[in-house]
């Protein structure tokens, strides 16, 4: 039976998806006893022809291609066609480590309970100074929920403001959390699909934080194991990054919905609408003041600002569309 199976996600990425497929190529595990699926999610590039290519030297390796569906649809796509008893979702932005499969493999069969297992991602060593800020802004988002994972608490306005001035005190050390979302190069055991369903399809962003959630919710934690470093490149360009975080915040609505109780703030009142506009200069501030150097900081936060203002214009266009569709059903 197969251990592991290597689902790679793409979509009209062939040049990353080119560098993801050569970094599989040279693991210290033989790749004939993993199982490698790549799920095209609709690419019109030359994708097929970059597969085409890997396949020839890696007969076991499989080429999934569906209609567009989105990134829990690939997700879902690799679950139901995976022979492995635990499969590991990539996407096609990830260079691996040499020894990324045979460390899960490892980690899997010396922690018998365990039931998923999330890596470290850092940047791009050739990396530009606008691929370093997007890599800085999520790895910022990242450092902040394994904070409050690990019981920071905040009890009042006071603390916030001091919170928002200071710089993230966290242990970025191996350990079982629960409430970490399921992505990062993540590798899960194939029964806890079986037991807590699927990735969301109705969700278009934040999949991720709604199966950790089920996760928790069912007893199950996520294993966060950072000696295993992911790389990831963050070039998308101006514009994607701007389409990017407008996506994420426009579908923060459909989240929310899904989860009312869960802590992060929509717009849907006074007080949250408040707290969003506070926060585009509060939020680029205090994302840029994590950064290692003083000429990091100011360098970063011109991009921490256009990301956290494209996010903001996502949440109030779509609350602003939903209380139109609401007055027009009245």
């Avoid at 899997?108 to 309970?113: A, I, L, V």
Wanted: charged content about 20%; proline content about 2%; overall charge positive.
């Amino acid at each position: 039976m197969t251990q592991l199976s290597l689902v790679v996600m793409t979509r009209n990425r062939s040049q990353l998806l080119k560098r993801c497929l050569a970094s599989l190529s040279v693991q210290n595990y033989p790749l004939d006893q993993c199982e490698v699926l790549i799920i095209d999610d609709g690419s019109t590039d030359d994708t097929e022809a970059v597969v085409a290519s890997f396949t020839a030297q890696h007969t076991t390796a499989r080429y999934v291609k569906q209609a567009h569906g989105g990134v829990s649809s690939a997700r879902n796509a690799g679950i139901k066609h995976a022979k492995g008893t635990i499969i590991s979702f990539l996407a096609d932005d990830y260079e691996l480590p040499v020894d990324y499969a045979k460390t899960v493999i490892a980690f899997f069969e010396k922690n018998p309970r365990a039931q998923a297992l999330c890596c470290r991602i850092i940047g791009q060593e050739e990396a530009t100074a606008f691929s370093r800020a997007v890599y800085h802004y999520f790895n910022v988002s990242f450092l902040n929920l394994l904070s409050l994972v690990q019981g920071r608490k905040i009890k009042n306005a006071g603390e916030m403001i001091v919170y928002r001035f200071s710089r993230i005190r966290c242990n970025e050390t191996a350990g079982l959390y629960f409430g970490l979302c399921a992505s990062r190069a993540a590798a899960f055991r194939k029964e806890l699909f079986e037991r807590i369903g699927f990735f969301d399809e109705t969700l278009k962003s934040s999949e991720d934080t709604d199966l950790g959630m089920r996760m928790t919710q069912a007893g199950m934690g996520m294993y966060y194991y950072p000696q295993l470093a992911i790389r990831h490149s963050a070039d998308v360009g101006l514009a994607g990054i701007i389409r990017k975080q407008f996506f994420y915040g426009f579908n923060l609505y459909d989240f929310k919905k899904k989860h009312p109780r869960h802590p992060i703030v929509s717009a849907n009142n006074f007080k949250g609408a408040l707290y969003f506009l506070v926060n585009i200069i509060v939020g680029p501030v205090w994302r840029s003041i994590q950064a290692k150097t003083v000429r990091d900081v100011f360098l970063f936060f011109p991009v921490m600002f256009l990301m956290n203002a494209s996010y903001t214009a996502g949440v109030f266009f779509r609350q602003f569309q939903e209380g139109l569709f609401c007055a027009n059903k009245k």
